[in-house]
């Protein structure tokens, strides 16, 4: 089979479910991480035989995207501000708006010494990798409540070559905050998802993404941010940064809750697509 009658069947098999658009997006992607080819070559190589292992490779994955599984976890990896990244449905994908903020941060902080950072709900590890990568002097640690998310994510440190310092702990037990220093800058994109939204997400998100990672309860929808930001009390150094990636229709709540506890200079960014997306607040 050529690489042209694999595109084919790939997008055939799945445009039914996920619309032309989106099957090609996966398909392409599908692609980029079983063929070891630059993307200029590859259009020479389209009507040629397929390689075995690859074509191998393709054919196999094409039941499991069927059954909605993302094609991040059929492939096993992603990227990220332009890194590789390994991922499992033990933790979340990271998302185009992710890397918006932590290009935000960078562009921000970049020129700053002695940098302590903090990433809350690491996840796969994403924004504290990158941020390591491109701020190789700072000192960043990053937590998690899931030990199988803390074993992805040092997996990815090690895979970028990232000095990154990985932590188990849960947020909201105040018990165990005392053990952390103090940072310049605190970041997290917490869950955020309120339970009444699911009606208006895909099946591949609700049924194999980790739902710790996405979702909280309507009746506190804040309790990450609220919780995160009375830590951040206890362990921003004066004039230190917090960062939140937030819910588009919790902005306001958010800045209320802030100002309430004291922090100053709140600023609300949106994303790409002009949607409240961002908070940052000073201590």
Known sequence: MTYSELEKRVIESIQ?????????????????????????????????????????????????????????????????????????????????????????????????????????????????????????????????????????????????????????????????WPGFSSYNLIVSNPPYVKQSERVTMKRNVLDYEPGLALFVEDSDPLLFYRRISEFALKHLEPKGELWFEINETEAENINKMLIVLGFSNIQVYKDINSKNRFVCATY
């Open 16 to 176: 039914s479910l996920y619309g032309q658009t989106e099957a090609r997006s996966i398909q392409r992607f599908l692609f980029s991480c079983y063929a070891d080819i630059d993307p200029a070559r590859y259009l020479l190589l389209r009507m040629e035989e397929a390689e075995p292992t690859f074509e191998k490779n393709v054919l196999e994955a094409i039941p499991i995207l069927a059954e909605f599984v993302p094609v991040q976890y059929v492939t096993g990896k992603t990227w990220f501000c332009g890194h590789e990244f390994f991922v499992t449905p033990d933790v979340l994908i990271p998302r185009p708006e992710t890397e918006e903020l932590v290009t935000m941060i960078i562009k921000k902080i970049s020129h700053q010494k002695d940098l302590r950072i903090l990433d809350i709900g690491t996840g796969s590890g994403a924004i504290a990798i990158s941020l390591a990568i491109s701020l190789p002097i700072a000192q960043i640690s990053a937590i998690d409540i899931s030990n199988i998310a803390l074993e992805v994510s040092e997996k990815n440190a090690f895979s970028n070559k990232a000095n990154v310092k990985f932590i188990q702990a849960d947020i909201l037990d105040e018990n165990c």
